[in-house]
């Protein structure tokens, strides 16, 4: 488990780091290309058009690699179906060997058949991302405590700049009882590369808020100095899957009187 937490993240880091570099070096490759091809098509020396012929296929052969990388970084992403209980099971699994006897981890799934559309690996990475986090913020101890609830959200919750999709969300939670951040780290918190730790990458937040972004979703924390912090993932659930979980909902309400 350990083996292939290391290497999720590693290339969550890696598809982050390809997606930018693939941009820039796309802007640079492009004005080579067309000056190849111009110089092949009007130099007067022949020597010069074979150069020219020459850089224009560099520059052809540098473009189709920088569109692999693109597809990479962007990963053949798959919609599927996921289900809350096997998405919380699996990261239980994956942080068997990262919790430390000190901390105390609660995990909170209001109903493990609740499925959505979505990518598994993605959100798991996401998740794990945010205890590790949540552990390292806690080097003596506390609790770490993963909650899932359905929520839905009135208009003056959202910011000016999000926009606010109608209807139900289902709220991932991650809270510890850790160091928490002073104002100024929660600022920057999700600035690329930004990070306090002596071995950290500062890729890790920035990943989540890709991921969470890339659902359609947004991220919220919450933190306090001594006190703690929590991360609040919020994914929109499409009409079809809210219907069903409604339902499912009331079910277990009913159930428990
Ligand atoms: P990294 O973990 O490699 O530093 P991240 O992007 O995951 O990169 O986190 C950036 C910074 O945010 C961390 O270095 C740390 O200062 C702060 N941080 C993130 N999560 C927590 C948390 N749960 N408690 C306290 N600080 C945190």
Known sequence: AEQELIRAQRFESLALLAGGLSHDLRNLLQPLLLAGDTLEDYADDPRLARLGALVRDCGRRGLEMVSSMLSFARGARRAEQVKLGALLEALKLLLQGSVPRTVKMRVDVFDPDVAFEGNHTELQQCLLNLCLNAIQAMPNGGEL????????????????VEQPLPGRYLRLSVKDTGEGMSPEVLQRLFEPFFTTKAAGTGLGLLSCKRIVASHGGFMRVRSQVGEGTEFHLYLPLNAEDADHMDAQVLD???QGE
């Open 145 to 160: 405590v993963i909650e899932t609830d359905l929520v839905s959200l009135p208009e003056d919750f959202f910011t000016e």
């Open 252 to 254: 277990a309400s009913l």
